[in-house]
T-cell receptor, first 111, second 110 residues
Framework: DAGVIQSPRHEVTEMGQEVTLRCKPI?????LFWYRQTMMRGLELLIY????????DSGMPEDRFSAKMPNASFSTLKIQPSEPRDSAVYFC?????????FGPGTRLTVT | DAKTTQPPSMDCAEGRAANLPCNHS???????VYWYRQIHSQGPQYIIH???NNETNEMASLIITEDRKSSTLILPHATLRDTAVYYC???????????FGTGTRLKVLA
């Protein structure tokens, strides 16, 4: 298996623009997680899906952030409009039991 | 979820065993101990987990004290590629919300 796939790997955008991050979980995994990592706050869980349904979005920082999982093999995290403080590495992870498998991350820079 | 305490950094000579401690003195009976590591610029990688018995896999061993208030991750023969930040996480069975602390930054020295 190729593992969790994320795209793009790097994204540079200007403040106010819409940003869409993409994730393909490991086939057969029924749970998907979006995390954000910054130097100041470390790794934070943003949202958790189980069987394509959002279960816990309490970590989503504000209404500018939204996430969808239209099917078992694809999820998106959208930021609209983006702000410089959204600059971070965003990780997607999937799981089918206890351990989570993380993707390589998307490094987002908002100028 | 119970909190964990880890030393901020450790050094280990290449080829020697790396012993990474974790304190989880408030752990509950149904909470597991998980270890992950994050090599620079990569996503976290699952290493091992356990409840109360010691565990071993191809990557590492996990030793949990009898009172379960602390544990040690052992990398038996550390290599330069084991240089990473190691996270100890305590989480109840069936739950999903990992709380990543600051971890231990392990540097393996040639």
């Amino acid at each position: 298996d190729a593992g969790v796939i994320q795209s793009p790997r790097h994204e540079v955008t200007e403040m106010g623009q819409e940003v869409t991050l993409r994730c393909k979980p490991i086939s057969g995994h029924n749970s998907l997680f979006w995390y954000r990592q910054t130097m100041m706050r470390g790794l934070e869980l943003l949202i958790y899906f189980n069987n394509n349904v959002p279960i816990d979005d309490s970590g989503m920082p504000e209404d500018r952030f939204s996430a969808k999982m239209p099917n078992a093999s694809f999820s998106t995290l959208k930021i609209q409009p983006s702000e410089p403080r959204d600059s971070a590495v965003y990780f997607c992870a999937s799981s089918n039991r206890y351990e989570q498998y993380f993707g390589p991350g998307t490094r987002l820079t908002v100028t | 979820d119970a909190k964990t305490t880890q030393p901020p950094s450790m050094d280990c000579a290449e080829g020697r065993a790396a012993n990474l401690p974790c304190n989880h003195s408030t752990i509950s009976g149904n909470e597991y101990v998980y270890w992950y590591r994050q090599i620079h610029s990569q996503g976290p990688q699952y290493i091992i987990h356990g409840l109360k018995n010691n565990e071993t896999n191809e990557m590492a061993s996990l030793i949990i004290t009898e009172d379960r208030k602390s544990s040690t991750l052992i990398l038996p023969h550390a290599t330069l590629r084991d240089t990473a930040v190691y996270y100890c996480i305590v989480i109840a069975s069936g739950t999903y919300k990992y709380i990543f602390g600051t971890g231990t930054r392990l540097k393996v020295l040639a």
